[in-house]
């Protein structure tokens, strides 16, 4: 994995007196990202369009200078910068060496003879986690493109019109600050989503000036500065076809040991984390089956129980001989390493803290590239949302009246933690509908509150109609009557991919780590959402995965209930954290000044302290304020 950054200057007339300065700043801005090997290539056109492309190189597959970027072919009108892991790139390669002489053992070249032969269409022939820029100097023209499920970032920046004078990129937005093109003013639309859901959802970002270029999207701009964005890939591809209950297994079965297998590619030792649960599991138990040597795994373990599964990891760990890893914390740890992982943000997020910490862990022991079994919830149900929304509609709002509803609720409230009530009181009240169950369930903070955060009343009203807009063009997307695979596509393509995927990328490569999915393999993902929901749904969490993976798995993980990968925030922000959190949450921000309201912020952290509400209100608000006073001020 890599850093990559560049701009475009379409004035011939606007070129900076150093104009090489902002692309080195881009750059020195990427260093922790790829500390092996630094490229930069100046471009000029006959038009006067002069592009700027950068790239920090983090080495994992061809270690020699052969990898070297930005990489040109032979007669330098075609040049390439990437962020990338292609798994089939020997399958590639073999597919275009009789049309191509190639230099190098590189997944880069092969990119670059893949875009030569088939342009924007070697994108549907692509397996793996990518970031890219190609420039294509016979057409003056910019490709840039971004994976299918959104593993690698990918953001940008226009300057002006749409028609503009300049266009950046790069692989984090704390490049595209540091470019020094970038207006600092917070994006109230960003703000709004993050304080829904404590993360930000694609193409907002934090920054007004900044986009994120979308999961499964590319963009193209010419050399007047006219751009366009198009999704290239859908995970619904084939229509669903009734099959077998033993076929269904089998496939699921091939297709994960199929991932695993092309993510085993590396030249630089190679680990797993283990958690002990399902998906981290399947991966270890693959991993062993083919491995000749143990392989390395690593998990974080709590003295609180109720948040420890290093007994769980151990005992998979033992199963299939493992090297084990066991990074035990404490609050006191958490508040020493805090300064160092909030600097390791490149955007704020409630999330991430914990990958961080285990990143660290495996980079000291000497990982470059470590497996992960994200996303394995999302595809098959391992979630609470998977049996709480249909319950939800099939039980308690069709058989409870709703004077008796609103009357436990008040009493809940009165009563108990607000949290849960208030979320059920929107229900009740009808302030969402249909599928918009979904985003109830994982909101931050409800609309009521979200309404009183903001110091702009009618700015956030403005906001809460344009993300019901944006809420029902993907819930749109979903398969109709299929509630299961309704939900799992909300949780893929709005959790996983705006929260999980980004925290996994940044605090990983912040040690430098590389980290894989195979549960995010696009084929795996396509064959899940091919199977009808009825097949996935037994009533009990991951169910057809526990059964396509039962020779593997031991009956005490396919029995274990899902405990969460989580700190016990809840404990430790009421003891050696509250003297970091409680001073940045009440002090003042100008950069917030008519955006976020300074006694709302207060009663959050008052309501905390009361046990009204649970530790990931505070928490967020306290990440952004860390967030926007380090890189804003």
Avoid at 18 to 42: I, Q, S, V, W, Y
Avoid at 189 to 211: C, D, K, N, W
Avoid at 318 to 342: C, G, I, V
Avoid at 540 to 563: C, F, G, H, N, Y
Wanted: net charge neutral; proline share 5%.
């Amino acid at each position: 994995m890599c850093g990559i950054a560049g701009y475009i200057n379409f004035d011939p007339t606007g070129h900076p007196e150093n104009p090489g300065k902002a692309l080195r700043n881009m750059l020195d801005a990427l260093r922790h990202r790829g500390p092996d090997d630094r490229g930069e290539e100046l471009i000029q056109t006959e038009n006067g369009v002069t592009l700027h492309l950068g790239h920090q190189r983090f080495s994992i597959i061809d270690l020699t200078q052969g990898g070297h970027q930005p990489m040109s072919n032979d007669d330098k009108s075609v040049w390439v910068s990437t962020n990338s892991e292609i798994y089939n790139y020997k399958e590639l390669r073999n597919e275009l060496s009789d049309k191509f002489q190639f230099h190098s053992e590189s997944d880069t070249e092969v990119l670059l003879r893949a875009y030569e032969h088939w342009g924007i269409q070697c994108l549907d022939k692509l397996v793996g986690m990518f970031s890219f820029a190609i420039w294509d100097d016979k057409k003056e023209a910019l490709f840039i493109a971004r994976d299918r499920l959104g593993v690698k970032p990918l953001y940008y920046n226009i300057q002006g019109k749409q028609q503009g004078k300049k266009f950046a990129f790069a692989s984090e937005l704390r490049s595209l600050l540091a470019s020094g093109f970038i207006d600092k003013s917070i994006n109230p639309t960003g703000l709004y989503h993050y304080l829904s859901f404590g993360h930000f959802i694609a193409p907002e970002t934090i920054m007004q000036s900044v986009r994120e270029l979308k999961p499964g999207h590319y963009l193209w701009i010419d050399k007047n500065g006219n751009w366009q964005e198009k999704e290239y890939w859908h995970p619904f591809g084939g229509k669903q076809s009734p099959v077998t209950s033993p076929e269904i297994q089998e496939q699921i079965k091939n297709s994960i040991e199929d991932s695993i297998r092309c993510r085993r590619v590396s030249d630089v030792p190679l680990g797993a984390f283990l958690s002990g649960g399902i998906d981290s599991s399947v991966l270890v138990g693959n991993l062993a089956k083919v491995s000749e040597d143990p392989i390395t795994t690593l998990t974080i373990g709590f003295a609180e129980k109720p948040f420890d599964e290093s007994e769980y990891a151990q005992k998979i760990a033992d199963r299939f001989q493992t090297r084990h890893h066991l990074l035990r914390l404490n609050e006191k740890q958490l508040l020493q390493s805090l300064p160092s992982a909030l600097s390791a943000m490149d955007q704020p997020t409630m999330d991430g803290i914990n990958t961080y910490l285990i990143s660290r862990s495996a980079h000291e022991i000497g990982l470059k590239v470590v497996l992960s079994g994200l996303g394995g919830d999302e595809l098959f149900g391992g979630y609470p949302s998977f049996q709480l929304i249909p319950k939800l509609r099939k039980k308690w709002l069709k058989t409870i009246p709703k004077v008796f509803m609103k009357w436990g609720i008040g009493l809940s409230k009165g009563l108990f933690a607000a949290d849960p009530a208030t979320k059920l009181e929107h229900w009740v009240q009808g302030k969402l509908s249909g599928a918009h169950e979904y985003f109830l369930i994982r909101a931050l903070f409800c609309q009521d509150q979200v309404l009183n955060l903001f110091a702009d009343r009618e700015r956030a009203q403005t906001e809460i109609e344009k993300d019901y807009q944006r809420t029902q063009r993907l819930i749109a997307k979903c398969p109709a009557n299929d509630l299961f695979n309704q939900i799992s596509y909300l949780e893929t393509f709005h959790y996983l991919q705006n929260m999980l995927l980004r925290d996994v990328d940044m605090m990983s490569m912040a040690h430098p780590l590389e980290v894989r999915v195979p549960f995010m393999d696009h084929r795996l993902v396509e064959v899940m959402f091919r199977l009808p929901g009825k097949e996935k749904n037994s009533g009990v969490a991951k169910s057809l995965l526990t059964s396509s993976m039962k020779s593997l798995l031991p009956e005490s993980v396919q029995r274990r209930k899902k405990m969460g990968f989580t700190f016990p925030f809840e404990i430790w922000m009421r003891g050696a954290l509250r003297s970091e959190i409680e001073p940045v949450l009440l002090s003042s921000m100008k950069q917030l000044d008519g955006l976020l309201s300074k006694n709302s912020v207060e009663k959050v952290w008052n309501d905390f302290l009361a046990r009204k509400i649970s530790w990931s209100r505070p928490w967020a608000l306290y990440v952004l304020k860390s967030w926007i006073n380090k890189n804003l001020s």
